[in-house]
């Protein structure tokens, strides 16, 4: 009996420890799924779209306005159908400004900043989705090897609460060992059972993340790093999406403070126009049009000493945001090296631990030892095995953290399999302010009823 529990034991070390090598779901699977079925990165796509309008209008600020209108009266106290008192006329009239301090060309410069900025908060959300997605990953992997490894305890157990009913039938242990056997046993179903339901979340938070279910996710190696601390702090600061988007923050609000100060001076304009009277008589105008604030209450120093707080909290912000991103490079790094020095030991915890169970059981055998230290040395032995887990999950978490806190977690650099969203091109057709019926405009039309299929 204590040699068949001691093949079942060695049984489930092996199936727990090689990890099983079948082929399945890798994590470029899981990443590319990830990226291709993100809501996220759809709803701030839509944004930046948005974002690209933004710099259409300001543009249209600076082009021609044309506009018509149409008037019908009838000036009889009793209106009568078809009456000569019904009066029409119809006018078209048409705008450009000429001169305005250069308030709308920097309007359409800080919305380049803008949009700019907002391409660098897209890729930012683009790493948030892909390590989210490993993280789910390696959740789902870790905690079906928990199981794995709970379901293996269980049937070990059983098999040493079997053998301790029949030594004790023959009298070799007493009832006391029986149930110390009995009480273990009902410890691990119990744990067995909490993995399951650890199991069935991760499997939920990995269909949220990945855009659908789990299949048989094959083991993970961490990402290969090749800067030291010092070089990885260096790139993220250049380079890190939020630092970026930070400094065409900054941009856009040094822009906002001239188009504030623009304000102030004298705004000139071409108007004309051409209209129909209710005797078919045309009339034709055209002038220059010139005027500019005297006294506005103080609302346009106001708005200059907005903006300028408003760049000073930008600047604060830029700041702010690269010593966070300075620190998580640290803190990944950290992370990292915690996670390889927790796998090295687990693997000589895992290697001492399975001599002590060995030796323990061989003594169990021959009397000197009780069944109490042999449930020991088996659980000594499973805490070993599932701290290498963790530490296997944690270093690759750790690796990925490290390129997302660097700047470099996308599909890029990743290289994954898929087609990556191009920001550029939706810019470069609505930059110049299209009309619905140019090629442009129709180009655009035809690009969101795409999107929207």
């Known amino acids: 009996m204590i040699k068949r529990v001691k093949i079942a034991t060695w049984a489930a070390v092996f199936a727990v ?3 099983g090598a079948a082929t399945g779901e890798t994590l470029a699977d ?13 709803q701030n796509r839509a944004l930046l779209r948005a974002a690209d309008e933004d710099l ?13 209108s149409a008037q019908a009266t009838n000036t009889s106290p009793r209106p009568i159908p078809g009456s000569d008192l019904l009066q029409a006329s119809a ?7 000429l001169y305005d301090g250069g308030s709308n060309r920097l309007a359409v410069e800080s919305q380049k900043e803008t949009i700019l900025g907002t391409r660098q908060s897209l890729r930012s959300v683009e790493q948030d989705v892909l390590l989210r997605a490993v993280q789910a990953y390696m959740q789902v992997r870790s905690d079906t090897e928990f199981v794995s490894l709970r379901q293996n305890n269980v049937r070990v157990l059983t098999q040493e609460f079997r053998a301790a009913q029949d030594r004790f039938e023959v009298g070799e242990v007493t009832r006391t060992d029986v149930a110390l056997a009995e009480a273990r046993l009902a410890a691990a179903r119990s744990l067995l059972a909490a993995a399951e339901g650890e199991l069935a979340r991760s499997i939920e938070e990995y269909r949220a993340a990945v855009g659908r279910a789990p299949q048989q996710l094959r083991p993970v190696s961490a990402a290969p790093l090749s800067r030291d601390i010092q070089d990885a702090k260096n790139f993220a600061v250049r380079n890190h999406p939020d630092i970026r988007q930070a400094q065409h923050a900054v941009s856009a609000a040094e822009l906002n403070i001239r188009r504030a100060e623009a304000a102030l001076g004298p705004t000139i304009s071409l108007e004309g126009f051409v209209a129909v009277d209710p005797d078919g008589d045309e009339s034709r105008q055209i002038g220059i049009q010139a005027g500019g604030p005297i006294y506005s209450g103080g609302r346009l120093s106001s708005q200059i000493r907005q903006f300028m707080s408003r760049r000073d909290a930008a600047r604060a912000g830029l700041l702010v945001t690269t010593q966070g991103i300075a620190q998580q490079v640290g803190n990944a790094y950290s992370f990292l090296r915690v996670a390889r020095a927790s796998r090295g030991a687990s693997d000589q915890q895992i290697r001492a631990a399975r001599v002590a169970f060995e030796g323990v059981r061989e003594e169990a055998t021959l009397g000197s030892r009780t069944t109490l230290d042999v449930l020991n040395a088996e659980q000594e032995l499973l805490d070993a095995q599932a701290n290498l887990i963790s530490a296997q999950a944690e270093e690759v978490i750790a690796s990925y953290s490290v390129l997302a806190a660097m700047g470099l977690l996308n599909a890029d650099h990743l290289r994954l399999p898929v087609q990556q969203y191009d920001p550029s091109q939706y810019y470069n057709l609505a930059k110049d302010a299209p009309i619905a019926m140019s090629p442009q405009g129709e180009a655009l039309d035809r690009v969101l009823r795409a999107i929207g299929d």
């Open 17 to 19: 420890v090689s990890g």
């Open 30 to 42: 899981a990443l590319t799924s990830a990226y291709n079925n993100s809501g996220l990165l759809e």
């Open 56 to 68: 259409a209008q300001s543009v249209a600020s600076t082009l021609p306005v044309i506009s018509w």
């Open 91 to 97: 006018r078209i009239s048409a705008s450009l400004t």
